[in-house]
């Protein structure tokens, strides 16, 4: 006989969960995890300003009237852009500048994948002493190369020609060309070509079929850097080439300079028509140029 109530309790509730802070794994928190999103964005909202509005000043510059002093581009006109095109051969200049930026990209990508699958699949006796070479080379600036690089298109009979600065320019990008590609070709498997060799293809076949694909963004990487630079370099197409129909664009936009007077609309449509085709470039190969460098520097 049960003497004593018993007393039938309900179960208690569990405690409410409280969302313990995130942390990376193993435990570590970083140390911006605690500052205010203010702190970030406002210094990355200065730098932005900082940085865009040289960019709207050359387009106020560009787009306004001559002599007017408005801060908005309103009235707009195209009157420098049709000055510097026509009147200043801004046309011939960059017509010549696509041509040895183009030929200075093709050229660059073939002579590095060449040699830089040579550096990364061959052992040979000199090859430290040749990587060490091509490292130091980059120490030495474009302006020494000029009077070896002069005496030798002289006797050759190439002042005055594209050829001699499209050749100029590659052999001044292909040390770091060939070192990136290098570093690429290392990061493809080995068995890879192995495996194509088993199926019957020789070492060509193997390197197109197999290896070529996979450097797709190495390959961009280092023409679109061998591009840039040929379009933006100035020293050697204003040595090599006199004749006016032949300079560049870099070289047109010092002839808008002088010591009298300065027409800012014009330099400023002409700096314009410069950026133009780099921007365009990097904001189609931007997200293979990020990939390819960042794989080229895993391995070298």
Known sequence: MITEDATISAPAAPAPLTEEPRQR?????????????????LPLSLYLLFTL????WILLFALRPAGSTSLVPWPMTFDHFDKVW?????????????????????????VALAGGYALARFDFRIKRGFMLALLCSQFVPG????????????KLQMINSLGSVIIAETVFQL???MILISGFIRNVPYSLEEAAWVD????????RIVVLPLLRPGLIAVGSFAFVHAWNHFLFALMFLSDQSKQTIPVGLNTLLSSDS????????GGIIAAVPVVIV?????????????AGAVKG
């Not at 509005?53 to 709207?56: A, K």
């Not at 200043?88 to 183009?102: D, E, P």
């Not at 990097?282 to 960042?294: D, H, Y």
Request: hydrophobic content about 50%; aromatic content about 16%.
């Open 25 to 41: 794994p193993g435990g570590k928190r970083r140390a911006w995890d605690e500052v205010p999103r203010r702190h970030i964005y």
């Open 53 to 56: 509005i040289p960019f709207y």
């Open 86 to 110: 026509n009147d200043r051969s801004f046309g011939t200049y960059f017509q010549n500048s696509v041509l040895i930026a183009v030929a200075t990209l093709v050229m660059t990508t073939l």
């Open 143 to 154: 302006a020494l190369l000029l009077v070896p690089l002069f005496q030798i298109f002289a």
């Open 175 to 177: 040390p770091l060309s």
């Open 200 to 207: 019957g293809c020789d070492r060509f076949t193997a390197f």
């Open 262 to 269: 300065v027409d800012l609309g014009a330099l400023a449509a």
């Open 282 to 294: 990097f904001a189609f190969i931007q997200k293979w140029l990020i990939t390819g460098f960042s």
